[in-house]
């Protein structure tokens, strides 16, 4: 819990100025599906979820979002990715929207990343919700990327940074800001750099599409062992790819590693990542098949052979992060409604029906690891 950092308010919640770091997760299913949306949204909230994030891209969702407000008291926090335009219709009915600063340029393509912002702050006013600054690996703002020539770490936290100081000149405080890759070391070196220069500013911590249990516990626990001692992080959300009935259990390993960092229990094996290293995002509304999760459970079974090369699969539940998250993994897979893209790193092997993708990954996994 970041002392330095200064409060704001979530609804009722307090973030940052040394409060109890809070845990938070992100439903899963279809936000139209409203039944299935409560349902999961309260049970995260009984689990003891401090907030409940839900992705939102278009009208119906919104109009879903409106009908979860009233049938739930979980705090809730909306995910805009490129659809920042929603924000103003969302605001109503949330407490907290997260903004991606490596998706404000798809639409109103016209417009300065400048001014979006300004009208997001304007609407975060109005309605007297916060804000989250949310970077990602798996779409950093390209003039970022290109002005540190791929360099990930620096591209993140200046993205961030960027965007802070934007926020600042506004006089708008009430933010946090995440800065999420998928490799652990990276969000320690993303997440420390980043308070150094802004120890004012809450951070919300998290290793983005750390996948399947128990791999991505380990992964979460690497980083936060490594932050949280420090000072570093004032909210939280454990990233694991799981059925929508286990999804609770992100809120069960974020309080379970928050009590052991405060007892002293470090259980992060430094040793790990040196094999067969797999990515899975958690999945949200937007994945575009349901029988992703099985896929990812399927990958690692079938590429368990070849667990002492390292290697690394990603395999992701839709074309929003999708593409972008796979172009570092050395096979990459990222799903559609009746197919998925296979990729060699940035450069497309084809799309392959669910039923059909595991051999030709096989194949494409046999011929890296011969190379090894
Ligand atoms: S990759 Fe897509 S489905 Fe997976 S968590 Fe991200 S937005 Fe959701």
Known sequence: MGLKTRKIKVRDLVIGGGALISVQSMCATRTRDIDATIRQAEDLRKKGADL?????????DVTALAEIRKATQARLVVDLQENFLLAESVAPHVDKIRY???HLHHLDKRRPVRDKVAWLVSIAKAHGIALRVGVNCGSVAPEFLERHNGDHVNAIVESAAWHCDLLDELHFTDYVVSLKDSDPEKVVACNKEFSKRRPDVP???GVTEAGLLP???IKTRIAFEQLIPLGIGDTLRVSLTLTNAEKPEEITWGRKILRDIEEGRFVS???FGKGLNIISCPSCS???????VDLAQQVKAM???AKEHRLTIAVMGCRVNGPGETDDADLGLWCGPSAVTLKRKSISLGTFRYNEVLPVLRKELDALVARQ
């Open 100 to 102: 991606n600063p490596g």
């Open 52 to 60: 409940v994030r839900i992705a939102v891209d278009n009208k119906n």
């Open 203 to 205: 951070i919300h911590l």
């Open 303 to 305: 590429t368990a052979y």
């Open 286 to 292: 937007r994945v575009e098949n349901a029988g992703f």
């Open 215 to 217: 791999d991505g516990v």
């Open 269 to 271: 094996v430094p040793d």
